[in-house]
């Protein structure tokens, strides 16, 4: 067996942390650093910060990005007004999150959207998003599930001739669900790569990018027992190295 000293680097992600409210703390789901774990990657929970020169030096220290699940994204993003008290931002969060996705696509870095990340890629990028499913997109689909999240809610179309199609090897997959908002208008710079039965957007990918990927589930819960979320997980760390 390679000693430890020749084993291949580990890629390095910048995980971006979670953000409590009622604590006023930064905390983390294991089930991110779990899956760039077995992914053959190390995750690192970046502080809660805005300033240029501590996120350029953070992200020369990393390899790719993952940009987690959390609150809603503020409509100032794409320039609307919140519809109603269901829309729970953290201000702080949308501008690091904005900020390192830029660093990161300026720099080619791989990301990784997950939830609230594909939502923040695409108002970051020039989209609009549903600010509130339940009012704005009535469906008969499930798009908040309850616990147990490691089982299927719906599932999705993948499109052909997709990264996302390439990876899986199949035109549809189960997914599981937790989101009230999602993508309505598309960015530019985004292509999408599995719809919803209702139409959403479910997954999208920058074509000009080495891998700038965003789903909507969360193979945070489900890598354990889904090998889909496995195989996304495994393309990310991949593209990190």
Not at 78 to 85: H, N, T, V, W
Not at 110 to 119: D, N
Not at 151 to 180: F, K, M, Q
Request: charged share 15%; proline share 10%.
């Amino acid at each position: 067996m390679p000693s430890p000293a020749q084993s291949p680097a580990r890629p390095v992600i910048a995980v971006m942390p979670l953000w409590d409210d009622d604590r006023q703390s930064i905390w983390m789901l294991p089930g991110y650093l779990d899956g760039i774990a077995e992914a053959g990657g190390t995750g690192i929970v970046l502080p809660l910060t805005t300033d240029p020169a501590a996120l350029a030096q953070l992200l020369a220290l990393c390899d790719g990005v993952l940009l987690t699940g959390g609150h809603d994204v503020s409509p100032a993003l794409y320039g609307q007004e919140p519809i109603g008290p269901s829309v729970v931002t953290c201000p702080l969060r949308d501008r690091m999150d904005a900020a390192v996705l830029r660093l990161a696509m300026d720099k080619d870095l791989p990301v990784l959207g997950i939830c609230r990340g594909i939502q923040l890629m695409n108002a970051a990028l020039g989209g609009t998003l549903w600010q509130d499913l339940p009012t704005q997109h009535p469906s008969s689909i499930d798009h908040h599930m309850t616990p147990p999240y490691d089982r299927v809610a719906h599932e999705v179309r993948i499109l052909p001739e997709t990264p996302l199609h390439h990876l899986l090897g199949h035109d549809t997959l189960g997914v599981n669900s937790y989101h009230h908002q999602a993508v309505r208008d598309l960015a530019p710079a985004l292509e999408p790569m599995a719809l919803s039965p209702d139409g959403l957007v479910e997954a999208v990918y920058a074509p000009n990018q080495r891998f700038c990927w965003g789903v909507q589930w969360h193979p945070e819960f489900s890598h354990e027992k889904d090998a889909s979320s496995r195989a996304l997980f495994r393309a990310f760390v991949d593209a990190c190295r």
